[in-house]
C-alpha cells in the first residue's frame, strides 16, 4: 500500500508539471494544473515524506533518506523539520517552551501557559487565516529563521553541517524556480497570474497541513503539563496531550498519511502509516482495559470544531 501511495503521489505531481509544458493551457487551465500539483504536494508531504523522516516507509536507510528530500522538493528543509519534529515535538508534546508546535509566535495562543494578550479574544476567528500561510511562513521565514536566528536553546546549542546550509539554500532555489520563475520563462504566463497560482497552492497546503496536525494536540479536552515530571511515563504523556479522529473513516485516513490515528503514531513514530488502523483499536482497547482515557472525535470536522473552541477558552481566559 506504501509504494502505491508513493508512486500515486509523484506521479500525479509529475504529471501535472508535464502536461503544463506539454499542452501549453491557458490561464484557468493553467492555475486548475498548478493547483494539482499543490494537491500532489500536500499529499506527498502528509503520506510520505513524514513517514521517511520517521524513518518508517521502509526498512532501507537509503530509501528514507531518499524520500526525506520530498520535504526540500516543496520547499522546506527536510533537515530542519526533522530536527524540530524529533527533538521539538515528540520528546515535549504540549510543554510551553519546548514544543515547537504551540510556538503562535504571540499572535496565537495555544497553551495556558502562554501570557494572554488582548488580540487573542479573537484567535478563533482569524486563526483559519493564519494556518492558510503557514507553508509559505515555512518556506520564506522559518527555516531561515531556525538556521540563523534560533530561539531554541537546542538550537542554538546546535553545530549544523555545512551541507544542510548549501542544501537549504539549493533546496529553495530549486523550489522557486520551477514553481515561479519557470512558468513566466518558459511558458510565458504573466507574473501576477503564477503569483496568484502560487499563493493559491500554499494556501491548500498549509491549510491542510495543519488543520490535520493541530487537531490532535490543541484541543479542548488534551492536557497540557507544566513540565516533564508531571507522568510516571512518556506513555500517559502521550494519552493525556495526544487525540484522534476519524479513524473509522479510511478516506481520512489515506489522504491524512495516518495521521488521524495520532496516539499510535506517538507510541510507535517508526512504523508506518499504513498500519495504524488495526494498531489504533489495539491501543483503544488497551486503554479502556487499564482505565487510560483515550480521547478521540468521531470525525475531522468534530476535531476542528473542538480546536477552535480551545482557541477561543485560550483567548478569553488566563
Known sequence: MMWVK????LAVLAGAWIALYTFRPGSWK????????????????????HDSNHNAVSSRPL?????NYIFDLCGISSYMWRFLHHRGHHSCINLHGEDDALSGRGILRFTPHEPRAPWHRFQHIYALFLYAMFSLDYVFVRDFQHFFLPTHGYLK??????????????????YLTYMLILPVLVLGKSPLLVVGAFLLVHLVVGLSVTLVFQTTHTIDSTYFPADRGEFENGV???FA????YATENPVVGWLAGGLNHHIIHHLCPFVCHTHYAPLTRIVKQTAEEFGVPYRQHPTMTRAIRHHLILLKQLGNEN
Not at 493553467?30 to 502528509?46: C, K, M
Not at 530509501?63 to 524520500?67: E, G, Y
Request: no cysteine; hydrophobic share 55%; aromatic share 14%.
Open 236 to 238: 500517559y504523556h502521550i
Open 241 to 244: 496531550t495526544t487525540a484522534d
Open 157 to 174: 546549542r546546535a553545530k549544523h553541517p555545512m551541507r544542510e546550509y548549501v542544501t537549504l539554500f539549493a533546496g529553495k532555489a530549486f
Open 6 to 9: 508513493i508512486a500515486v503521489g
Open 63 to 67: 530509501v528514507n533518506k531518499s524520500l
Open 30 to 49: 493553467f492555475v486548475a494544473l498548478y493547483l494539482l500539483g499543490g494537491f500532489a504536494q500536500t499529499f506527498l508531504l502528509l503520506n510520505i515524506a
